[in-house]
């Protein structure tokens, strides 16, 4: 029920950021046409694909849910680890199209209407804050990779959008133009930041990694503490989805002792301590 209201919450979360943010890119796009900015065009391009990453986010969200099958036993979980690497490698793309077009404009500087680029760059800013909290109040960015991944992209549009704001202001006071592509490369960093913070968990999950909340050792030291466990080998911890961990191992056991008292009992302990709840454990005996 509790992963229920978080879906709810993560869905709605989402598509309000996508409702401010699609609004906001054709006030930016229009900017764009009336300063000549490239820092602009960089922050627009940003946020069309902030835009971008919240549909296929909210596309994952709704394959994630659904039922398992006999082909896909675990069901459609993955898709949203999925959705996060894809959105982590066009963050990538985008900031090295933004340095190739920041290059350009180093050696063919152009003039920019930079007040009207300051005004549009601090509506894009708001925008961002605004979905930014929508999404944080309404779902789970910490714990849920998916989400995280879209909420990463408009926190790193917000930072940009600063940075072209400050940009603008240089430029109307100095009528320095080569200010603009300066900021347009800090934006680009900004992107490839973001990017690395989406994908590094997305691939350690899909290569199966121990989850980062949790320890192995810690887990085979808390089984073995169990009465009548002597040994626990071929111990794997993975990540399906975010909030959904699976565990296996085989439980070396005292012949003379119930060994399904002592399996209910490391179950037990597996979910109350570290928050396991998906685990299939092999019990053996000395015999």
């Known amino acids: 029920m509790h992963h229920h209201h978080d879906h709810k919450g993560n869905k709605r979360g989402l598509i309000i950021a996508l409702l401010i943010t699609s609004g906001i890119i054709v006030l930016q796009f229009i900017g764009v046409l009336i300063t000549n900015s490239m820092a602009l065009l960089a922050d627009s391009a940003h946020m069309l694909n902030d835009a971008l990453s919240l549909v296929i986010s909210l596309i994952a969200m709704i394959i994630a849910t659904k039922m398992a099958s006999v082909k896909m036993t675990y069901g459609y979980h993955r898709f949203e680890i999925l959705a996060a690497l894809f959105n982590g490698m066009l963050l990538f793309v985008m900031a090295g199209l933004i340095l190739i077009e920041a290059y350009e404009r180093v050696l063919h500087p152009a003039s920019v209407n930079s007040l009207t680029m300051v005004v549009v760059a601090f509506i894009g800013f708001v925008a961002n ?92 030291q808390s089984i073995e503490s169990i009465t009548g466990v002597i040994d626990v080998h071929d111990l794997h911890i993975w990540t399906i989805t975010s909030g959904m961990d699976v565990f296996t191992c085989h439980l070396l056991v005292q012949d003379d002792l119930g060994s399904q008292q002592i399996l209910q009992e490391t179950l037990s302990k597996l979910e109350k301590e570290f928050n396991i709840t998906h685990a299939t454990i092999q019990v053996e005996t000395k015999g």
């Open 129 to 220: 804050l605004l979905s930014a909290w929508q999404m944080k109040s309404h779902g789970d960015v910490h714990n849920n990779v998916n989400l995280r991944s879209a909420y990463l992209h408009i926190l790193g549009d917000a930072l940009s959008s600063i940075g072209v704001i400050i940009g603008g202001i240089l430029m109307t006071i100095t009528q320095w133009y080569m200010v603009d592509p300066v900021i347009s490369g800090f934006v680009a960093l900004m992107i490839l930041r973001s990017g690395w913070i989406v994908v590094k968990p997305a691939i350690h999950i899909l290569m199966e990694g121990t989850p980062s909340t949790l320890n192995p050792k810690e887990v085979q």
